[in-house]
């Protein structure tokens, strides 16, 4: 367990603080999330929704629902098959802004990153911090205990197939984390323009912060708001892009110093 935590007095006045005003569950559980004792210093742990709701006292159904509303505020991603959550900007106030290659703490930081279970997650946070923490790229060959599934590595294998034709013609391959984006999009009569959203992807530079996009669709296609009516009202990709509207959750693009000068919101 950690002696503390620390919390930024920016916390209040950050885009997603703003955005949790009115709502002091939500408030709670964050700060909660930020200083519990089953947290650790990169901000990826398990912490079951129980916990939540028993450790705060909003009891199950306020916890549920609090969390619901950090995540659509993008403060954190859950992920309820392991119970584990990330909250996005903690490792920069647990551990540091940055680290030189030297320091002891990249190899701290590096061994709770490898304990990442959920593959979204760790992917995510690679993202977000491979370049402050210089988290090494791994090996793209897995062991026989930790194989992908057959259909993902027939959708790497289509992917790797579409990109050499593409190659072989003459066009350029994709932007990265675009192919994701699109099939991680909600199937709707709304998901059109693939042309014209790629463009929007290149011009919004998304490809920097392509693990929070696909995160931020993820957590967003659970919400009430896009469950609703049967997706009624989840937006067209072309909208969602031309908005940036993964940046309401987070401000500015990860993996870079500039991360680090927001509030943990």
């Known amino acids: 367990m950690r002696d503390y935590g620390v919390v930024s007095p920016k916390f209040w006045i950050g885009e997603t603080g703003k955005a949790l005003r009115g709502n002091a569950p939500a408030q709670v559980l964050a700060l909660y999330l930020?200083?519990?004792p089953h947290a650790n210093m990169i901000g990826v742990f398990h912490c079951p929704v129980l916990y939540m709701a028993h450790e705060t006292g909003l009891g199950m159904e306020g916890a549920s629902k609090a969390l619901q509303s950090l995540i659509e505020a993008g403060y954190c991603t859950y992920d309820e098959a392991s119970e584990?959550?990330?909250v996005h900007r903690m490792a920069a106030y647990q551990v540091?802004?940055?680290l030189k290659p030297g320091d002891n703490r990249v190899k701290g930081v590096e061994r709770e990153w490898q304990n990442i279970g959920p593959a979204l997650l760790k992917k995510a946070f690679f993202a977000m911090y491979s370049v402050a923490f210089h988290l090494p790229v791994e090996n793209k060959n897995t062991t026989p205990s930790k194989a992908p599934s057959k259909a993902l590595a027939s959708q790497e294998q289509e992917q790797d197939q579409e990109q050499d034709q593409e190659k072989s013609a003459g066009k350029p391959a994709d932007p990265p984390g675009f192919a994701e984006f699109w099939k991680t999009w909600?199937?709707?009569d709304r998901?059109?323009?693939k042309g014209k959203c790629l463009d929007a992807w290149k011009k919004a530079h998304a490809e920097r912060d392509a693990a929070l996009v696909l995160a931020h669709v993820e957590?967003?296609?659970?919400?009430?708001?896009?469950?609703k009516n049967g997706g009624e009202f989840i937006p067209a990709p072309l909208v969602y892009l031309n908005q940036r509207r993964w940046e309401g959750a987070e401000s500015v693009a990860p993996a870079t110093a500039d991360v680090w000068a927001g509030a943990v919101n």
Do not use: D, Y
């Open 186 to 188: 909600p199937s709707n």
């Open 219 to 227: 957590s967003l296609k659970s919400s009430a708001t896009w469950m």
């Open 191 to 193: 998901k059109q323009a």
């Open 96 to 98: 540091a802004e940055s």
């Open 84 to 86: 584990t959550v990330f």
């Open 34 to 36: 930020m200083t519990c």
